[in-house]
C-alpha cells in the first residue's frame, strides 16, 4: 500500500512538474512578448517625436540658417533667380501702405532691390555695416541693407547717391525701416 502511495506521489509529482513547466513556459513567452511590445511602441513613439521635431523646426530660421552654414552657404544664382524685384521707394512704400500685405509679399523671400545709397553706417552693437537707400521721404532713409560678410569690401567703397542693386532675405518692417538682410551685390 505504501509502495501505491509512493507511485501516486510520484505521478503526482510528475503531472505537477508538467503543469508547473507548461506554466513557467507561457509566463516566459508572456513575459518576451511584453518586452517586444514596448521596445516595438519606444521606437514608434521615438520616430513619431523625432518627425514632430523635425516638422516643428523645418520652418525655422535658425535650422534654416544653420544648415545654409552647414552647406557652404546660400546658392547666389538660386537666391538671384528667385528674387523678386522691386525699388526701395516701392519695397518701403508697400510697408507703408499695408504692413501685413507686404509681409505676406516680401517677408521671408529674396528680393532685389535697387535704390540710392542714402548712407553707409554700421550697427551700434553688432558692428556690422549696413547701407541705407533712399526713399521719397526726405529726412529719413527707411530701407536697410545688411550684408554678408563677403561684401564688406564692396561696401566701404560706396558713396552717397550712387544707385546700387542687391540680393537678400527680406526681414519686414523693424521699428524705423524695412530690413533685407544677408544681402550680397548683383
Do not use: H
Not at 556690422?128 to 566701404?156: A, G, R, W
Amino acid at each position: 500500500m505504501s509502495d501505491e502511495k509512493g507511485k501516486s506521489v510520484k505521478e503526482g509529482f510528475k503531472e505537477g512538474a508538467k503543469v508547473a513547466g507548461k506554466v513557467v513556459k507561457w509566463v516566459i513567452i508572456a513575459v518576451v512578448l511584453i518586452i517586444v511590445a514596448v521596445c516595438a511602441y519606444s521606437c514608434y513613439a521615438c520616430s513619431s517625436v523625432t518627425k514632430a521635431v523635425v516638422d516643428a523646426t523645418a520652418d525655422s530660421k535658425i535650422v534654416k540658417e544653420a544648415v545654409r552654414d552647414a552647406k557652404g552657404g546660400d546658392d547666389k544664382t538660386k537666391m538671384a533667380s528667385e528674387a523678386i524685384s522691386v525699388t526701395a521707394v516701392d519695397l518701403y512704400k508697400a510697408y507703408e501702405s499695408n504692413a501685413v500685405r507686404a509681409d505676406n509679399t516680401y517677408k521671408g523671400k529674396y528680393v532685389r532691390v535697387t535704390g540710392k545709397v542714402g548712407g553707409v553706417d554700421q550697427d551700434l552693437i553688432t558692428k556690422k555695416p549696413y547701407v541705407k537707400l533712399k526713399t521719397e521721404n526726405q529726412f529719413l532713409d527707411l530701407v536697410y541693407i545688411y550684408f554678408k560678410e563677403t561684401e564688406i569690401t564692396k561696401v566701404s567703397n560706396l558713396d552717397v547717391g550712387q544707385t546700387i542693386t542687391i540680393v537678400g532675405n527680406c526681414d519686414g518692417k523693424s521699428v524705423m525701416s524695412v530690413d533685407v538682410k544677408d544681402s550680397f551685390f548683383e
